[in-house]
């Protein structure tokens, strides 16, 4: 389902099983289920790659703080988020700020805000039906706004390049 694999299915099933499991942390079950897997701190290579790590995580907490953004510590997207930075710091230099996704995370915002509200009633419903809305909101529409920002990238691109 998604590209998850037979233990996230898993997983995510059990939060349903569970009767003291609330609606918001079966979908974080959910959500982290559908995302790629991420590295860690604990799985660097050697101290330094640890270090960059952390420095990140550092940065990537302030950046969401600021923002308001209450997010799980173990949430795979904000792990994905950390790994983010410390790439770009690896290939463009050590000195890449968190400031540089906000930009993007103003967009996102806006775009999350209409995804939420055109599911509220499947949000404030059961959680199955919760759960049900959101996978298939990330598996249909990830790959939709993906392809739509390469597209929008090549249009732009030609139309630079034709005043040259």
């Not at 270090?51 to 510590?73: H, K, M, N, Q, S």
């Not at 983010?84 to 999350?112: E, S």
């Amino acid at each position: 389902v998604g590209g998850m694999g037979i233990q996230a299915i898993r997983q995510v099933v059990g939060v349903l099983d569970a009767p003291e499991t609330t609606t918001l942390d079966a979908l974080g079950t959910a959500v982290d289920a559908l995302s790629p897997p991420e590295s860690a701190p604990e799985t660097a290579i050697d101290a330094t790659e640890q270090a960059e790590w952390w420095r990140a995580e550092v940065d990537i907490d302030a950046f969401l703080r600021t923002r308001g953004w209450c997010v799980r510590p173990e949430a795979a997207s904000r792990r994905g988020l950390i790994d983010g930075l410390v790439a770009l710091r690896r290939v463009h230099g050590p000195d890449v700020p968190a400031l540089a996704f906000a930009t993007y995370a103003d967009l996102i915002h806006g775009l999350a805000t209409q995804e939420i509200d055109s599911v509220r009633a499947e949000l404030q419903g059961n959680t199955s039906t919760a759960i049900e809305a959101v996978v298939i909101g990330t598996v249909m529409w990830e790959p939709v706004l993906l392809a739509l920002r390469r597209l929008a990238h090549e249009a732009l691109s030609r139309e630079l390049l034709a005043s040259f």
